[in-house]
């Protein structure tokens, strides 16, 4: 169903705040779709966990757009690099770049891990609002990262001071940070398709900024006002 950017909840059964708070549930803590319909049941409500599933598919990626304006800048130090996601029984590759404070830059999932995806990455990551041109990027031994900064160096999307680092302690901060996101990947035990996957992803992902201040005027570690902030983004409170 399509999301109405006026009235995102139009349609649907079930009010927004319980909608968005199920969603919420899901993407931030380790819990199953039915762990969350417990959740609510004790409330004296009952959703099914499959329309959990329905709404989390709908709304995660929406919260991703909703809350990329009100992100802070991050520094110019980037630490790139890859995660697996079994998707359908198979690796996928959760591509991941933070900086050197361990704010989220951006994210993608992919089917490959070439040279075309690394640079497709790069180029995303430093076109996202908010991010400035990094200094250097270190990446991992991925063969894939030299090809592509020379490519996008050799095109003009990034300037030729721009320096490379493969440097493996270096990026001892996205390794920790991976776990994060994984710890709620895990639940899911692999994903049906990579649609839904990247949909979910996409929500976790945020959430997870989220918590880690990447959003404007809110600070680290605050649970009320991260509630506060989904709702407000979906017009659900002042």
Known sequence: MPIS????????????ELIILCVRLYLRYPLSYEHVAELVAERGVEVDASCIWRWVQAYAPELNKRCRPYLNPVNKSYRIGETYIKVKGEEK?????????????????????????AKRFLRKAIDASGN??????????NPAYPDAVEALKAEGAIPR?????????LNNVIEQDHRAVKTRVWLA?????????WRTLQGIETVHMIRKG????????????????IDWLFGLAA
Do not use: E
């Not at 400035?132 to 031994?141: G, H, I, L, Q």
């Not at 001071?161 to 302690?169: F, H, P, T």
């Not at 990447?214 to 902030?229: D, E, I, N, P, T």
């Open 161 to 169: 001071r721009v320096a490379l680092r493969q440097c493996k302690y």
């Open 214 to 229: 990447r959003v404007k005027w809110l600070a680290k570690g605050y649970a009320v006002g991260q509630a506060l902030l």
């Open 93 to 117: 590759y959760l591509y991941r770049a933070l900086d050197s404070t361990g704010q989220t830059i951006d994210f993608l999932l992919t089917a490959k891990r070439d040279m075309v995806v």
């Open 132 to 141: 400035a041109v990094p200094r250097v990027m270190n990446v991992d031994k």
């Open 5 to 16: 950017p006026n009235n995102p909840f139009k349609g649907r059964q079930h009010p927004g």
């Open 189 to 197: 035990k692999g994903y049906g398709s990579f649609h839904a996957a």
